[in-house]
């Protein structure tokens, strides 16, 4: 329903004001997606910033947003789990996952069904986070713009931190870096030499004995800038 205008009583002449359009802070990043625009299209005010925590947040209410595949690959790489616990820092918050009118989630991503489904209940269930599937791009503008243009809620502080890392998590973090290396190469490195330095140290030959092909990203590390 279009806002309606209100009249200035104090001025001499009847002056329509305009009510405020809603507003969404939306994280850097999200700036390649199609969902900021359609934000727009819907008359609501959007403002990018670096968010540590979440991709929107409309009136207090902290948002992740997940196409199906970003949800299956952060699934198996455990990226979203820690994503969630981030999440908790908000009072409000919720999970989307966008992209049901062009993609099954069970049928052609060569991950079992029952994992999926688990996992979904585990971020009902344990991360106490609300989800909602949306059929595109414009269907999750429309579910942001309700939240934005709810009654006014308490302000909540976009000042959320990421949660800190431990020394081995900060490790596979660096290897994880390297294109196709994913968690499981990049312990695997890991347990077979100890350290990252080790790692720059060790002829190309070597790691490729133990990764394969997947070794020849390491050769970077040679190289001069």
């Not at 994280?27 to 900021?36: I, Q």
């Not at 990226?79 to 009118?101: A, D, M, P, V």
């Not at 809620?153 to 976009?158: A, L, V």
Request: hydrophobic share 35%.
């Amino acid at each position: 329903m279009p806002q309606k205008s209100l009249f200035n009583i104090f001025s001499k002449k009847p002056e329509l004001v305009q009510p405020p359009q809603p507003k969404v802070i939306i994280d850097y990043r999200e700036k390649n997606s199609l969902v900021p625009s359609a934000l727009k299209k819907l008359g609501i005010q959007i403002e990018f910033k670096q968010l540590k925590v979440a991709d929107y947040i409309a009136k207090g209410v902290a948002i992740e947003r997940k196409t199906i595949s970003d949800f299956l690959g952060s699934m198996v790489n455990k990226r979203l789990t820690k994503q969630l616990q981030e999440l908790q820092q908000y009072k409000k918050h919720l999970l989307i996952i966008e992209g049901f009118e062009d993609q099954e989630l069970y049928n052609g991503h060569g991950i079992n069904e029952n994992a999926i489904r688990g996992f979904l209940l585990s971020i009902s269930l344990k991360h106490n986070t609300p989800i909602i599937f949306s059929q595109n791009h414009e269907d999750t503008a429309k579910f942001i713009e309700r939240i934005a243009k709810k009654k006014p809620q308490p302000e909540q502080s976009i000042n959320a931190t990421k949660k800190a890392l431990n020394k081995k998590e900060q490790m596979q973090f660096i290897l994880e870096s390297f294109p196709g290396i994913g968690p499981k190469t990049a312990k695997k490195l890991l347990k077979e030499f100890k350290t990252i330095q080790n790692l720059i140290n060790t002829p190309i030959e070597k790691i490729q004995e133990c990764i394969g092909k997947k070794a020849e990203i390491f050769k970077i590390l040679q190289e001069k800038y």
